[in-house]
């Protein structure tokens, strides 16, 4: 740790996964059944959250199934105002396998608008190369009394493979309401 709050993390992890049954990774590449053992190499470098734009930078060596990957990554936070803020997020992962090459990017966002102490608005926007596809949530919270909340989302995901517009795959919308008894 830094006077400023920053954070250097070096880490190293031996893990090990037992497969019961084939993974698909991605289309065209399966994992068989079997046991791994992975090594993992992190580094990350973490802005602390007094500053106006933070977030952490992460690069990370792995042992992968039968293969390896490299990971690239950041997830911040931006104040663009005292009641508005952005969360931006990328990552990105190498992977070199027997069965197969591959690059997976998964780009998102999360917009938080502060419209009181009780109550936000936020939406995220994510796209994954993996499966080509685009989500959207749009989400509404307001603490109407202590302890009682409403909950109003509405949630969308699209396919981008399609030429033109991208095509809905789903799509859905969902009142929560919770109240607190105090006895």
């Known amino acids: 740790m830094f006077q400023n709050s920053d954070r250097l993390n070096v ?3 031996r893990l090990y996964e037992l497969l019961g049954a084939p993974f698909r990774v991605v289309a065209g590449v399966t994992i068989p059944t079997g046991g791994y053992g992975f090594d993992e190499f992190k580094v990350s ?7 106006k734009v933070s977030g952490t930078t992460r690069f990370a060596l792995e042992r992968f199934y039968t293969g390896r990957q490299t990971v690239g990554s950041y997830r911040g936070r931006v104040e663009v105002t005292p009641r508005l803020t952005l969360e931006p997020a990328l990552s990105v992962n190498w992977v070199d396998l027997p069965q197969g ?3 997976s990017r998964v780009v998102s966002t999360w917009v938080t608008s502060t419209l009181t102490p009780l109550m ?3 939406a995220l926007a ?3 190369s ?3 596809a685009f989500s959207s949530n749009l989400r509404f919270r307001w603490e ?3 302890g009682s909340e409403l909950f109003v989302v509405y949630t969308e995901g ?3 493979r399609p030429r033109g517009s991208p095509e809905l795959d789903n799509r859905g919308f969902v009142v929560k309401i919770n109240r607190l008894f105090r006895l």
């Open 130 to 132: 993996n499966v080509n």
């Open 120 to 122: 936000f608005v936020g």
């Open 126 to 128: 994510q796209y994954n």
């Open 45 to 51: 470098y973490q802005l602390g959250q007094q500053r």
């Open 11 to 13: 880490e190293y992890a």
């Open 158 to 160: 699209r396919d981008t």
């Open 144 to 146: 109407y009394q202590p």
């Open 101 to 103: 090459e591959f690059v």
